[in-house]
């Protein structure tokens, strides 16, 4: 399965010796496509840090392909000093970015596999860990597809969508989770006029999200996140479609900064609010949002780091968390690829999130 729009472009993926992570350098977009080669463990850490690859599906698919790298480059044929390699780096990549639920998944997905496997010779090892690891890739752009197919069933040819952040190709394997939707209704001729808010301070809605869209051949319209009021004041939005980067079991929902406040928006003027993500970003022992970490990020993000000469006075306080948490009460629905859930969520939630369990 590939996205047709999007042949050429690849978020992340694993050389064919399987020795180095090859990831698309989102920082560089939307100016220049480059893809830079991630060997060693402080390598992977910091370009999920500086956001180098970054949304939750496509930070998981890293680290379950990083951990297995770095294993390998690691050597030996002692399985406890395999252990002691893949948990010592999987602790430190973990590290890296503690919201997006996904990084700490994949890695204990990984060391599963690990443990199963911890009988055979080191060289079958290295071919169940690789294994896992594709495998993790291709569920997860097999859940965006189908996330895809159910958000789709909720929006009406020609609507107008409001989308925060970036949730499509680029933060995930294929087609994207808030994004989905406007791709499969781009193949099939919705015609769907979106307007992507330009997500402050990372400024991925700007970057990210305009670039995919428009090579897409969407109907895109960036506005700065305090015109999200008016658009919608103006009859232009009919429905709203974000990620998530961790679901709390009651359905409250972590996403990139300023997302709650869209939630606000859209209760008060009437316009169905949809978080869409894959069923590995909940997080069943995290009961509410309150429970969920927020990362901090460099103050230089909202300061200096787009513009060409720094914006606020030198020694300012800035306060700067990546992410905000919205309300259950605030969500119309929570699309994932075993289906939709309407509130209450707990019961939906807990069932997806057992293995082998679905629900609609």
């Known amino acids: 399965m590939t996205n047709e729009f999007f042949p050429d472009l690849r978020t992340v993926r694993l050389d064919e010796p399987g020795g180095a992570v090859v990831i698309l350098d989102q920082t560089r977009l939307p100016g220049e496509e480059t893809y830079v080669e991630l060997r060693t463990p402080e390598q992977i850490w910091e370009a999920i840090r500086e956001l180098k690859v970054r949304g939750a599906p496509a930070i998981g698919v890293t680290a379950a392909y990083g951990i297995y790298v770095c294993c390998r480059r690691a050597g030996g044929s002692c399985?406890?000093?395999?252990?002691?390699?893949?948990?010592?780096?999987?602790?430190?990549?973990?590290?890296?970015?503690?919201?997006?639920?996904?990084?700490?998944?994949?890695?204990?997905?990984?060391?599963n596999c690990l443990l199963a496997h911890?009988?055979?010779?080191?060289?079958?090892?290295?071919?169940?860990?690789?294994?896992?690891?594709?495998?993790?890739?291709?569920?997860?752009?097999t859940a965006c597809r189908q996330i895809g197919e159910y958000g789709l069933s909720l929006l009406e040819?020609?609507?107008?969508?409001?989308t925060h952040c970036n949730a499509?190709?680029?933060?995930?394997?294929?087609?994207?989770?808030?994004?989905?939707?406007?791709?499969?209704?781009?193949?099939?001729?919705?015609g769907f006029r979106v307007y992507a808010d330009e997500t402050r301070p990372l400024l991925q809605g700007a970057r990210l999200t305009s670039y995919e869209l428009m090579r897409a051949g969407i109907d895109v319209t960036l506005?700065?996140?305090?015109m999200a009021s008016l658009v919608m004041s103006e009859g232009r939005v009919q429905a709203v479609l974000v990620g998530c980067d961790r679901i709390a079991a009651n359905g409250d929902a972590a996403n990139k900064i300023g997302t709650s406040g869209v939630a606000v928006l859209a209760r008060h003027y009437g316009i169905p609010f949809y978080v869409l993500g894959p069923t590995s970003t909940i997080d069943a022992d995290c009961p509410t949002g309150a429970s969920i970490p927020i990362e901090q990020r460099d103050p230089a993000e909202v300061t200096e780091a787009h513009y060409a000469q720094r914006m606020a006075p030198r020694?300012?306080?800035?306060?700067?968390?990546?992410?905000?948490v919205t309300p259950c009460d605030l969500?119309?629905?929570?699309?994932?690829?075993?289906?939709i859930a309407r509130p209450p969520f707990d019961d939906a939630l807990r069932a997806w999130s057992l293995p082998g369990r679905a629900g609609r």
């Open 315 to 324: 020694n300012v306080k800035v306060y700067n968390p990546a992410f905000d």
């Open 223 to 226: 506005i700065c996140d305090n």
């Open 118 to 141: 911890r009988d055979e010779p080191a060289a079958g090892i290295w071919d169940r860990l690789r294994d896992e690891a594709e495998a993790i890739r291709r569920e997860d752009a």
């Open 331 to 339: 969500i119309t629905a929570i699309v994932t690829e075993r289906g």
């Open 157 to 162: 040819p020609g609507a107008g969508i409001l």
């Open 168 to 190: 499509g190709h680029l933060a995930t394997s294929e087609y994207g989770t808030a994004l989905a939707p406007l791709y499969l209704g781009q193949e099939r001729g919705y």
């Open 79 to 111: 399985f406890d000093d395999l252990c002691e390699t893949f948990d010592r780096t999987a602790a430190y990549l973990a590290s890296s970015r503690p919201t997006a639920v996904n990084l700490s998944a994949a890695l204990e997905r990984m060391r």
